[in-house]
């Protein structure tokens, strides 16, 4: 992942973009970024580019046949597409872990069958599914050109981990779209603070937070727990929310606008607020997709109830073929509840943003844990184990080296809105004078960025997992 890092951004992005702006119209430039994407995906899953253009090109004539059709018909060319593509997820992401439960329950040995996982099999898996359903309920009309629909799913900055972007958002853009000088270099500086945040940031407190999950029960007590969880906490919301601020860079340099993924989750006062700021594209995706046809608050306060259950249970599963996602949905959801049944906005914010981070964070460990048991373990720990033996101060002393001490306060104040409000400020104040510093600061941090790449330090995006 290394070298694939620095081959992206010191041969792969600028040659893209200069044939790009090369071209001389819009229908040229789009078959070079199909073509580009397909080679981009491809460089990790050269198979599983087959698998991704079967799924694009199935899904188009499912569209098309979905526009001739009549309403009885159509109801079954739905029901198809729905069918085909969850059952293409479950194959490729699920067949272990239902082995392995059908297993445990029953107790007979089952072989253990595993595919690998094709990268952002999640995310694609749901671009399509939007774009059917939307041609279903007359949202949209189906594309009559492939290469609009397989642009639409295979778009580089996006496909892989997000954010997932609805068809009815960006079909105009597909058509109709420019870029000017000041706002491709706009984006390119949004994802160079993408890039600042995975590889400056998320991947300092990954170090802290890997060493301490795999260390061995013995050596952790509840200071360490505490920073281990903190630790992953930080590295999730900076991982993700730098690869959503990297894809909306790339998007504004090729003329493309995608909706925000974050907005500053952790200033939250309710879980019901953090889902509002916290990969806005999947909740938004899950609110217009399931829990409305499923009656969203239409049916009772009981089928409200479950249905917004089946959405928690649904966004776990999501996350990863393990039961700890599944978990870490339910967590978030009863918490969601427990805010319709008890009034907490009438306690004082201070509190409830506290509330507020303590569930998260609880529920990012178990997000974290390889499996059940070690998950209770270390909440457990956070909770209950005041003890101070010198093996487990050692352990956890040997993470609080200048780097990450630094590191963590610019992660705790950079997931603040602060940070943008000053620069606001500054920027209002002198008016354009600074413009061309930030330019200056964002090369620097490309530089810091390309140097740490270069050391081999580098880790994969959670979210590619997904």
């Known amino acids: 992942m290394v070298f694939s890092s620095l081959v992206f951004l010191c041969v792969f992005l600028p040659v893209v973009l200069a044939l790009y702006y090369a071209l001389p119209t819009l229908r040229i430039r789009n078959i070079l970024l199909i073509f580009a994407s397909l080679l981009f995906y491809a460089y990790g899953e050269p198979v599983y580019v087959l698998l991704m253009l079967f799924s694009i090109i199935i899904n188009y004539i499912l569209g098309r046949l979905l526009n001739t059709e009549k309403k009885g018909r159509k109801k079954v060319i739905l029901a198809l597409a729905v069918i085909g593509n969850i059952g293409l997820l479950v194959l490729f992401k699920y067949t272990g872990m239902l082995f392995t439960t059908i297993g445990n329950i029953t107790g007979l040995e089952l072989p253990a069958i595993e595919f690998a996982l094709p990268i952002g099999i999640s995310f694609f898996t749901f671009q399509v599914l939007s774009y059917v359903i939307d041609v279903y309920r007359g949202e949209v009309k189906a594309q009559k050109n492939l290469f609009d629909v397989m642009l639409y799913i295979s778009f580089f900055p996006q496909l892989i981990a997000g954010p997932i972007v609805k068809y009815h958002d960006i079909q105009e853009q597909i058509r109709n779209r420019n870029a000017d000088g000041k706002e491709i270099a706009e984006g390119l500086r949004r994802f160079i603070v993408g890039l600042s945040k995975k590889v400056l940031i998320s991947n300092t407190m990954a170090l802290t ?52 993924n974050f907005r500053y989750p952790y200033i939250s006062q309710g879980i019901q607020e953090f889902w509002r700021r ?14 409305i046809p499923l009656g969203g608050n239409r049916k009772g306060k009981f089928r409200t109830c479950c249905n917004k259950m089946i959405v928690f249970f649904s966004t776990g599963l999501w996350h990863g073929a393990n039961w700890t996602f599944v978990l870490w949905g339910m967590w978030h959801g009863a918490f969601l509840l427990l805010e319709e049944a008890v009034p907490m906005k009438k306690m004082p914010k201070i509190l409830l943003h506290f509330y507020t981070l303590l569930v998260v964070c609880v529920g990012f460990v178990m997000f974290r844990a390889d499996t059940f048991s070690q998950g209770i373990f270390m909440i457990g720990k956070m909770f209950t184990g005041w003890t101070c033996t010198p093996l487990q101060m050692v352990v956890m ?20 809105p602060l940070v943008l409000h000053t620069a606001k400020r500054v920027f209002s104040s002198f008016g354009g004078r600074l413009e061309w510093m930030g330019y200056g600061g964002s090369i620097l941090l490309l530089l810091l960025c390309i140097l740490q790449l270069s050391e081999g330090s580098y880790n994969p995006f959670i979210y590619f997992r997904f």
């Open 278 to 291: 916290w990969h806005i594209s999947l909740s938004t995706w899950f609110k217009e997709y399931l829990y």
């Open 397 to 416: 002393l040997e993470q609080l080296h200048p780097v990450f001490l630094i590191t963590l306060v610019c992660a705790i104040i950079g997931s603040t």
């Open 209 to 260: 937070a890997d060493n301490l999950f795999s260390a061995a029960p013995g050596e952790i007590n509840a200071l360490s727990a505490w920073l281990a969880a903190i630790s992953y906490m930080l590295q999730i919301y900076f991982d993700f929310s730098g690869y959503s601020d990297m894809a909306i860079g790339l998007g504004h340099m090729f003329g493309f606008h995608f909706l925000e």
